[in-house]
């Protein structure tokens, strides 16, 4: 047994270093502070809806911009930094690379984020994570709503050049003798949602410009009055932020491929498939933005190309299912806390799946759109999906960063709060979308039947933030106080893992 527990490091060495796992362990740590923050927020949010009229939030335009900084914060300051985080942590490895390509670039792309965070909770817009026209150019209250575009700005630069740095790691430095088509499908999975972060933010980035420079009143691009369509933002936004949903599963599929075989001690069903996946999903998550347009008066013709391109998701998604569910048939599973948490995420991928599949279909879609239906779709996939995915990823790596182990109890209770806690919630919201309560309100008409769904959402909401605290004790208990991890074999699954432990000095 191999017993090694570093021994702590002053934190300005940490703070200033450009190493990449030192980078990677301020971009966690980041991203899990957020995770606390946002959801906050969201059950702030679901205290409020547990009663038509004023709950706890006496102004509905306080509501709009917890709302908002909620949104950005999961998207842009959970989400994001995660993928770097553990893309840092784990690429250089991988590929066989002292650190990454660009180490003091990788560092100012992790210094950024701070800035652009200062500015989304400093500011507190009222616009939505969205910021639609006309409200965003003509009546949301400055400077809320221009530090929230320049907070974003400052993110997707960040996300930009931590994409480019990924790029040329993988691509440029990995080791001569390690073929592309031999590297860990997570590799894969952030080389390509790395490509697809350089072909869709610069669109967005385009479209804060313009939102700017027509609050500054220099230009109408999205103001009627002044010739403007408000609908061009939409196409903008959307061209970036629906592959942006693939850029946000793609590294989640990664993990999932990295954790699956271990726990089921099996080698992948199908590499090859994986791979192929994960570049036609890149391709398709471009093919369909206007997914979530539908309703804007789009073309008879429009609305079909789209609806089929979102539907060719489906196969590409069911590739990696069945990829999964192949490598897991016959294995000799170790349900530990990393592999609860990938099964009940693929379990979870099912509803967000089917319900995606619904806003799709252009009847359905006429139903659904701007409905509670779609927020559950959403978050189902976002929450159930991936964040669960990162959390069982984040227990596997918790040996690896801090050489002891977790409680596996407290993990467990972990898992069984947050799968019912998740399921109940947004189960919930897809029922009550279909009973026309639109999203993004702060009260709703008092029937019964909404309330009684609004008020079994909240008590799931409630469930998984119970989930979470245990989270975050356990985290910070066991990362003192665990017990000291066997670093060759610390989950017992017969897998070498201590060539995860190298730890090359910066040159």
């Not at 995770?35 to 004023?54: D, K, V, Y």
């Not at 709950?55 to 709009?64: E, R």
């Not at 407290?410 to 897809?430: K, P, S």
């Not at 004790?473 to 106080?481: G, H, N």
Request: glycine share 8%; proline share 6%.
């Amino acid at each position: 047994m191999v017993i090694e527990i570093a021994k702590p490091r002053p934190i300005w060495q940490i703070l200033f270093s450009t190493h990449h796992t030192d980078v990677a362990l301020l971009y966690i740590i980041t991203s899990i502070v957020f995770l606390m923050l946002g959801g906050a927020l969201a059950l702030t949010i679901r205290t409020e809806l547990l009663f038509p009229g004023t709950t706890i939030i006496s102004d509905p335009t306080l509501f709009n911009r917890i709302f908002t900084v909620h949104g950005t914060t999961m998207l842009f300051l959970w989400i994001l930094p995660f993928i770097s985080g553990v893309g840092n942590y784990l690429v250089p490895i991988l590929v066989k690379y002292k650190d990454m390509a660009y180490p003091r670039l990788n560092a100012v792309a992790y210094w950024m984020t701070v800035p652009a965070a200062a500015l989304i909770w400093l500011g507190w817009s009222d616009t939505t994570w969205m910021a639609y026209p006309p409200y965003s150019t003509i009546r949301a209250p400055g400077p809320a709503a221009d530090m929230w575009i320049f907070g974003l700005k400052i993110a997707g630069l960040s996300s930009i050049l931590g994409a480019i740095n990924f790029i040329v790691t993988i691509l440029k430095c990995k080791h001569p003798d390690l073929p592309l088509m031999r590297v860990s499908p997570f590799v894969w999975a952030i080389l390509i949602s790395s490509i697809m972060t350089l072909a869709a933010l610069p669109t967005f980035t385009a479209a804060l410009i313009m939102l700017y420079t027509d609050r500054l009143g220099v230009s109408g691009f999205f103001n009627p009055e002044m010739g403007g369509d408000p609908i061009a933002y939409q196409h903008l936004f959307w061209f970036t932020f629906h592959p942006e949903v693939y850029i946000f599963l793609i590294p989640a599929v990664g993990m999932a491929y990295e954790l699956i075989p271990k726990f089921s001690r099996k080698p992948i069903f199908s590499y090859g498939s994986a791979v192929i996946a994960f570049i036609l999903l890149s391709i398709i998550g471009f093919a369909s933005w206007a997914h979530h347009m539908l309703a804007t008066g789009l073309s008879f013709t429009e609305k079909t190309v789209f609806m089929i391109g979102t539907l060719a998701a489906v196969p590409m998604s069911a590739m990696h299912v069945f990829n999964w569910m192949a490598t897991m048939w016959g294995g000799r599973i170790k349900f530990a806390a990393p592999m609860k948490f990938v099964i009940g995420g693929i379990m979870l991928f099912f509803t967000s799946g089917a319900g995606g599949v619904v806003n799709t279909t252009l009847p359905l879609d006429f139903i659904t759109h701007d409905t509670y239906w779609v927020v559950g779709h959403f978050h189902m996939m976002l929450m159930g999906t991936v964040s669960f995915i990162f959390m069982g990823f984040l227990y596997y790596m918790f040996p690896l960063i801090t050489g002891r182990m977790y409680s596996e109890r407290l993990a467990n209770v972990h898992f069984w709060f947050a799968f019912i806690g998740t399921t109940i919630v947004f189960t919930a919201m897809h029922i009550v979308g279909l009973y026309g309560m639109p999203r993004r309100v702060w009260d709703y008409v008092p029937d019964p039947t909404i309330i009684t769904l609004n008020q079994i959402a909240s008590i799931g909401a409630y469930i998984l933030g119970v989930g979470m605290a245990v989270f975050i004790a356990l985290l910070i208990r066991d990362s003192v106080k665990g017990k000291p991890a066997d670093m060759k074999d610390p989950f017992g699954i017969g897998e070498i893992y201590y060539d995860y432990r190298r730890r090359e000095p910066h040159h």
